[in-house]
């Protein structure tokens, strides 16, 4: 057990760091400009103000999202037009917001099972090692909306969701 928290710990401290090299957002991702994902996680963030743990993002577009979205997710970026996450910088929180735009609407379903499996993932990995933070996992959500799938973790899940709803409707 000690083992996985102390791979966990590098693999949350590695991403982290390649994500913070990185910036946070892309004003001339893929598509020419700032996508609605990341619009929506910005929102999101905006309307739970300090009071959050969410103090970093990657989005599509960006080197660092793309390196790294196969292992975060476990499907095929080839799937997905857009997408954002934001994330404790730290890993010492489990609050998150994925929010992914399928690519072809054929796709909703099987991008929303692996979130719910993410979902699940995370929720075992905190168990292991930050056992305070799984009833944040445990109340987690994923969400469809349109052609969007959107994983949210955090004690306030429901105005992140109203949030995210508000920029993608």
Same mark, same amino acid.
């Given at each position: 057990m000690k083992k996985r928290f102390a791979?966990?710990?590098?693999?949350?401290a590695l991403l982290s760091a390649a994500l913070l090299a990185a910036g946070c957002g892309s004003e001339g991702g893929k598509g020419g400009g700032e996508g609605l994902c990341l619009q929506a996680?910005?929102?999101?963030?905006?309307?739970?103000?300090?009071?959050?743990?969410?103090?970093?993002? +990657?989005?599509?577009?960006?080197? !660092?999202?793309? $390196?790294?979205?196969?292992?975060?997710?476990?499907f095929s970026m080839?799937? =997905? /037009?857009?997408?954002?996450? +934001?994330?404790?910088?730290?890993? !010492?929180?489990? $609050?998150?917001?994925?929010?992914?735009?399928?690519?072809?609407?054929?796709? =909703? /379903?099987?991008?929303?099972?692996?979130?719910?499996?993410?979902?699940?993932?995370?929720?075992?990995?905190?168990?292991n090692y930050m056992p305070e933070e799984a009833g944040k996992i445990e109340n987690g959500k994923v969400v469809v909306m349109k052609q969007y799938v959107f994983l949210i973790i955090s004690d306030r899940a429901d105005e992140i969701e109203t949030a995210v709803k508000e920029v993608i409707g």
């Open positions: 791979v966990v710990i590098l693999a949350a996680a910005k929102a999101a963030a905006e309307k739970l103000g300090e009071d959050t743990a969410l103090d970093a993002t +990657a989005a599509y577009g960006e080197e !660092t999202y793309e $390196d790294n979205f196969e292992r975060l997710y476990n080839d799937m =997905v /037009s857009d997408g954002v996450i +934001a994330y404790s910088a730290a890993g !010492t929180a489990a $609050d998150e917001i994925s929010i992914v735009k399928a690519a072809d609407s054929s796709d =909703v /379903s099987k991008i929303r099972k692996y979130m719910e499996a993410r979902l699940q993932q995370r929720l075992h990995d905190f168990q």
